[in-house]
Protein backbone atom coordinates (compact mmCIF):
# COMPACT_ATOMS: atom_id res chain seq x y z
CA UNK A 1 0.00 0.00 0.00
CA UNK A 2 2.61 2.48 0.85
CA UNK A 3 4.28 2.17 -2.80
CA UNK A 4 0.51 2.97 -3.87
CA UNK A 5 0.40 5.90 -2.26
CA UNK A 6 3.49 7.05 -3.00
CA UNK A 7 2.97 6.38 -6.95
CA UNK A 8 -0.44 8.57 -5.91
CA UNK A 9 1.40 11.54 -4.39
CA UNK A 10 3.72 11.56 -7.27
CA UNK A 11 0.82 11.37 -9.91
CA UNK A 12 -1.09 14.42 -7.93
CA UNK A 13 2.60 16.44 -7.67
CA UNK A 14 2.94 16.21 -11.11
CA UNK A 15 -0.62 16.94 -12.10
CA UNK A 16 -0.82 20.26 -10.02
CA UNK A 17 2.76 21.80 -9.34
CA UNK A 18 5.02 22.92 -12.21
CA UNK A 19 8.51 21.75 -11.94
CA UNK A 20 11.20 23.36 -9.66
CA UNK A 21 13.77 22.01 -12.16
CA UNK A 22 14.66 20.78 -15.82
CA UNK A 23 12.71 17.29 -16.82
CA UNK A 24 15.05 14.53 -17.09
CA UNK A 25 12.39 12.90 -19.75
CA UNK A 26 10.21 14.53 -22.60
CA UNK A 27 7.11 12.32 -23.72
CA UNK A 28 5.84 13.15 -27.22
CA UNK A 29 2.77 12.17 -28.18
CA UNK A 30 1.36 12.75 -31.76
CA UNK A 31 -2.01 13.47 -31.99
CA UNK A 32 -4.76 13.28 -34.81
CA UNK A 33 -8.66 13.09 -33.87
CA UNK A 34 -7.81 11.37 -30.67
CA UNK A 35 -10.90 12.64 -28.73
CA UNK A 36 -12.14 9.12 -27.50
CA UNK A 37 -8.70 7.23 -26.29
CA UNK A 38 -6.65 10.20 -25.24
CA UNK A 39 -7.43 10.70 -21.57
CA UNK A 40 -6.90 7.04 -20.90
CA UNK A 41 -3.38 7.53 -22.72
CA UNK A 42 -2.42 10.37 -20.87
CA UNK A 43 -3.58 8.97 -17.45
CA UNK A 44 -1.94 6.15 -18.22
CA UNK A 45 0.91 7.92 -18.96
CA UNK A 46 1.01 10.27 -16.39
CA UNK A 47 0.26 7.69 -13.75
CA UNK A 48 3.50 5.35 -14.92
CA UNK A 49 6.11 8.24 -15.56
CA UNK A 50 5.41 10.23 -12.32
CA UNK A 51 5.74 7.09 -10.38
CA UNK A 52 9.33 6.72 -11.58
CA UNK A 53 10.13 9.78 -9.16
CA UNK A 54 12.12 12.19 -11.75
CA UNK A 55 11.19 15.45 -13.42
CA UNK A 56 9.22 14.52 -17.11
CA UNK A 57 7.01 16.69 -19.59
CA UNK A 58 4.27 15.12 -21.89
CA UNK A 59 4.16 17.04 -24.94
CA UNK A 60 1.23 16.88 -27.04
CA UNK A 61 1.31 17.73 -30.55
CA UNK A 62 -1.71 17.86 -32.41
CA UNK A 63 -2.14 17.36 -35.99
CA UNK A 64 -4.84 19.85 -36.85
CA UNK A 65 -7.13 17.81 -35.18
CA UNK A 66 -11.15 18.84 -36.14
CA UNK A 67 -12.86 16.77 -32.97
CA UNK A 68 -12.45 18.03 -29.64
CA UNK A 69 -8.95 16.88 -28.51
CA UNK A 70 -7.39 20.27 -27.80
CA UNK A 71 -10.25 21.44 -25.71
CA UNK A 72 -10.09 17.95 -23.59
CA UNK A 73 -6.50 18.51 -23.01
CA UNK A 74 -6.58 22.01 -22.32
CA UNK A 75 -9.43 21.62 -19.96
CA UNK A 76 -6.95 19.49 -17.85
CA UNK A 77 -4.68 22.45 -17.52
CA UNK A 78 -1.70 19.79 -15.74
CA UNK A 79 1.08 22.47 -15.46
CA UNK A 80 3.22 20.16 -16.78
CA UNK A 81 1.85 19.56 -19.69
CA UNK A 82 2.18 21.43 -23.24
CA UNK A 83 0.48 21.52 -25.89
CA UNK A 84 1.57 21.95 -29.56
CA UNK A 85 -1.44 22.86 -31.98
CA UNK A 86 -1.04 23.19 -35.81
CA UNK A 87 -3.09 25.34 -38.19
CA UNK A 88 -3.55 22.63 -40.49
CA UNK A 89 -3.19 18.81 -40.73
CA UNK A 90 0.34 18.20 -41.95
CA UNK A 91 1.29 14.59 -41.14
CA UNK A 92 2.41 12.07 -38.36
CA UNK A 93 5.58 13.25 -39.10
CA UNK A 94 5.72 17.05 -38.72
CA UNK A 95 3.36 16.67 -35.90
CA UNK A 96 6.81 14.67 -34.31
CA UNK A 97 9.07 16.87 -35.53
CA UNK A 98 7.25 20.07 -33.66
CA UNK A 99 7.02 17.85 -30.48
CA UNK A 100 11.24 16.42 -30.47
CA UNK A 101 12.05 19.85 -31.24
CA UNK A 102 10.41 21.54 -28.24
CA UNK A 103 11.31 19.22 -25.78
CA UNK A 104 13.59 20.13 -22.93
CA UNK A 105 14.06 16.83 -21.27
CA UNK A 106 17.72 15.09 -21.43
CA UNK A 107 15.86 12.10 -22.64
CA UNK A 108 12.88 12.10 -25.34
CA UNK A 109 10.18 9.34 -25.77
CA UNK A 110 8.15 9.49 -29.36
CA UNK A 111 5.28 7.57 -28.73
CA UNK A 112 1.52 6.73 -30.46
CA UNK A 113 -1.62 7.98 -28.75
CA UNK A 114 -3.15 4.82 -29.05
CA UNK A 115 -0.55 3.53 -26.90
CA UNK A 116 -0.01 -0.43 -28.56
CA UNK A 117 2.79 -0.25 -27.05
CA UNK A 118 2.42 0.73 -23.69
CA UNK A 119 4.26 2.79 -21.57
CA UNK A 120 5.37 0.59 -18.85
CA UNK A 121 8.23 -0.45 -22.14
CA UNK A 122 10.22 2.59 -21.46
CA UNK A 123 11.69 1.69 -18.72
CA UNK A 124 13.09 -1.42 -21.03
CA UNK A 125 14.32 1.77 -23.50
CA UNK A 126 15.86 4.13 -20.75
CA UNK A 127 18.34 1.11 -19.72
CA UNK A 128 19.92 0.94 -23.06
CA UNK A 129 20.56 5.11 -22.73
CA UNK A 130 22.34 4.41 -19.68
CA UNK A 131 24.46 1.57 -21.98
CA UNK A 132 25.64 5.10 -24.19
CA UNK A 133 23.19 4.19 -26.74
CA UNK A 134 21.54 8.12 -28.83
CA UNK A 135 18.78 6.17 -30.49
CA UNK A 136 16.69 2.88 -28.59
CA UNK A 137 14.07 1.70 -30.96
CA UNK A 138 10.67 -0.62 -29.45
CA UNK A 139 10.58 -3.29 -31.86
CA UNK A 140 7.95 -6.16 -32.52
CA UNK A 141 10.49 -7.93 -34.61
CA UNK A 142 13.43 -8.26 -32.31
CA UNK A 143 13.69 -11.41 -30.81
CA UNK A 144 11.39 -11.63 -27.24
CA UNK A 145 8.78 -9.37 -28.73
CA UNK A 146 5.20 -9.95 -27.73
CA UNK A 147 3.06 -9.19 -30.56
CA UNK A 148 -0.82 -9.29 -30.18
CA UNK A 149 -3.72 -8.48 -32.94
CA UNK A 150 -1.48 -7.72 -36.16
CA UNK A 151 -3.43 -8.25 -38.96
CA UNK A 152 -2.09 -10.71 -41.93
CA UNK A 153 -1.93 -7.41 -44.50
CA UNK A 154 -0.25 -5.48 -41.69
CA UNK A 155 2.68 -8.28 -41.01
CA UNK A 156 3.18 -8.54 -45.00
CA UNK A 157 3.73 -5.01 -45.23
CA UNK A 158 6.27 -5.02 -42.47
CA UNK A 159 8.23 -7.64 -43.51
CA UNK A 160 8.71 -6.25 -47.07
CA UNK A 161 9.33 -2.69 -45.62
CA UNK A 162 12.13 -4.59 -43.81
CA UNK A 163 13.73 -6.26 -46.78
CA UNK A 164 13.38 -2.91 -48.76
CA UNK A 165 15.05 -0.87 -45.75
CA UNK A 166 18.05 -3.31 -45.15
CA UNK A 167 19.07 -3.93 -48.65
CA UNK A 168 18.08 -0.21 -49.96
CA UNK A 169 19.50 1.62 -46.78
CA UNK A 170 21.60 -0.27 -44.77
CA UNK A 171 19.16 0.44 -41.96
CA UNK A 172 20.07 -2.40 -39.55
CA UNK A 173 16.89 -1.52 -37.26
CA UNK A 174 14.84 -4.53 -38.42
CA UNK A 175 11.25 -2.72 -37.38
CA UNK A 176 11.92 0.94 -38.18
CA UNK A 177 7.89 1.86 -38.12
CA UNK A 178 7.31 1.32 -34.71
CA UNK A 179 5.70 4.25 -32.83
CA UNK A 180 7.76 3.81 -29.56
CA UNK A 181 11.48 5.28 -29.65
CA UNK A 182 13.53 7.03 -27.28
CA UNK A 183 16.41 10.02 -28.14
CA UNK A 184 19.52 11.69 -26.43
CA UNK A 185 18.24 15.18 -26.64
CA UNK A 186 21.31 15.41 -28.63
CA UNK A 187 20.25 13.08 -31.06
CA UNK A 188 16.83 14.39 -31.42
CA UNK A 189 17.53 17.94 -31.97
CA UNK A 190 20.01 16.97 -34.80
CA UNK A 191 17.99 14.49 -36.45
CA UNK A 192 14.83 16.01 -36.34
CA UNK A 193 16.57 19.53 -37.59
CA UNK A 194 16.78 17.86 -40.70
CA UNK A 195 14.05 15.48 -41.03
CA UNK A 196 11.59 16.52 -44.20
CA UNK A 197 9.49 13.54 -44.52
CA UNK A 198 6.11 14.14 -42.71
CA UNK A 199 4.30 11.14 -43.95
CA UNK A 200 4.40 7.56 -42.57
CA UNK A 201 8.19 7.20 -43.71
CA UNK A 202 9.50 9.81 -41.15
CA UNK A 203 10.52 6.60 -38.69
CA UNK A 204 12.73 5.54 -41.44
CA UNK A 205 14.13 8.71 -42.47
CA UNK A 206 15.26 9.37 -38.18
CA UNK A 207 16.91 5.90 -38.43
CA UNK A 208 18.60 6.63 -41.88
CA UNK A 209 19.90 9.56 -40.66
CA UNK A 210 21.01 8.24 -37.02
CA UNK A 211 23.26 5.72 -39.05
CA UNK A 212 24.70 8.46 -41.51
CA UNK A 213 25.74 11.23 -38.80
CA UNK A 214 26.83 8.42 -36.32
CA UNK A 215 24.54 7.93 -33.92
CA UNK A 216 24.42 4.56 -31.94
CA UNK A 217 20.94 2.82 -32.40
CA UNK A 218 19.41 -0.55 -29.76
CA UNK A 219 16.72 -2.25 -30.88
CA UNK A 220 14.77 -3.57 -27.91
CA UNK A 221 12.18 -5.75 -27.99
CA UNK A 222 8.60 -4.58 -26.66
CA UNK A 223 4.96 -5.84 -26.31
CA UNK A 224 2.60 -4.44 -28.71
CA UNK A 225 -1.16 -4.74 -29.35
CA UNK A 226 -3.37 -3.23 -31.80
CA UNK A 227 -5.62 -1.14 -30.45
CA UNK A 228 -8.82 -0.62 -31.19
CA UNK A 229 -9.55 1.80 -33.65
CA UNK A 230 -5.96 1.87 -35.77
CA UNK A 231 -6.33 1.06 -39.51
CA UNK A 232 -3.92 0.86 -42.25
CA UNK A 233 -4.67 0.56 -45.84
CA UNK A 234 -1.59 -1.26 -46.91
CA UNK A 235 -1.21 -0.58 -50.22
CA UNK A 236 -1.67 3.09 -49.88
CA UNK A 237 0.94 3.17 -46.94
CA UNK A 238 3.10 0.71 -49.43
CA UNK A 239 2.98 3.58 -52.10
CA UNK A 240 3.71 6.28 -50.36
CA UNK A 241 6.50 4.60 -48.45
CA UNK A 242 8.09 3.70 -51.61
CA UNK A 243 7.46 7.02 -52.95
CA UNK A 244 9.28 8.33 -49.53
CA UNK A 245 12.08 6.31 -50.00
CA UNK A 246 13.35 8.08 -53.39
CA UNK A 247 12.49 11.30 -52.17
CA UNK A 248 14.91 10.68 -49.17
CA UNK A 249 17.77 8.76 -51.50
CA UNK A 250 17.25 12.19 -53.93
CA UNK A 251 17.31 14.49 -50.87
CA UNK A 252 20.80 12.79 -49.48
CA UNK A 253 22.53 12.48 -53.11
CA UNK A 254 21.98 16.55 -53.59
CA UNK A 255 23.36 17.24 -49.81
CA UNK A 256 20.31 18.92 -48.60
CA UNK A 257 20.95 16.27 -45.51
CA UNK A 258 24.09 18.56 -44.10
CA UNK A 259 21.76 21.66 -43.78
CA UNK A 260 18.91 21.75 -40.94
CA UNK A 261 15.86 23.35 -42.31
CA UNK A 262 14.01 23.43 -39.11
CA UNK A 263 16.87 25.36 -37.25
CA UNK A 264 14.95 28.35 -36.12
CA UNK A 265 11.44 26.16 -35.85
CA UNK A 266 13.64 24.48 -33.01
CA UNK A 267 15.11 27.52 -31.60
CA UNK A 268 11.53 29.08 -31.45
CA UNK A 269 10.27 25.89 -29.80
CA UNK A 270 12.72 25.87 -27.24
CA UNK A 271 12.00 29.18 -26.56
CA UNK A 272 8.82 28.92 -25.73
CA UNK A 273 9.40 26.30 -23.70
CA UNK A 274 11.45 28.22 -21.61
CA UNK A 275 8.03 30.60 -21.03
CA UNK A 276 6.04 27.86 -18.74
CA UNK A 277 4.99 30.51 -16.94
CA UNK A 278 2.60 31.78 -19.58
CA UNK A 279 0.48 28.79 -18.41
CA UNK A 280 0.81 25.18 -19.34
CA UNK A 281 -0.35 24.61 -22.49
CA UNK A 282 1.17 26.51 -26.08
CA UNK A 283 0.14 26.50 -29.25
Not at 200 to 211: M, P, T
Amino acid sequence: MSGDSSAYRAYRAWVTEPLAVPPIVSVVIPTYNEEIRILPTLGAIATHMSARNEPWELIIADDGSTDSTVELLKDLRFPNLRILVAEKNAGKGDAVRRGMLAARGEVVLFADADQSTPIEQFDRLYGKVAEGFDVVVGSRAAEGAAVSGKSLSRRILSRGLRVIVSRGFGVTVTDTQCGFKLFTADAAHRLFSLQVVDSFSFDLEVLYLASKLGFRAAEVPVEWIDAPGSTVDAAKVSMQFLKDLVRIRVHDMQGRYSASPHTTVARDQHSHAAGLEEGPTQT
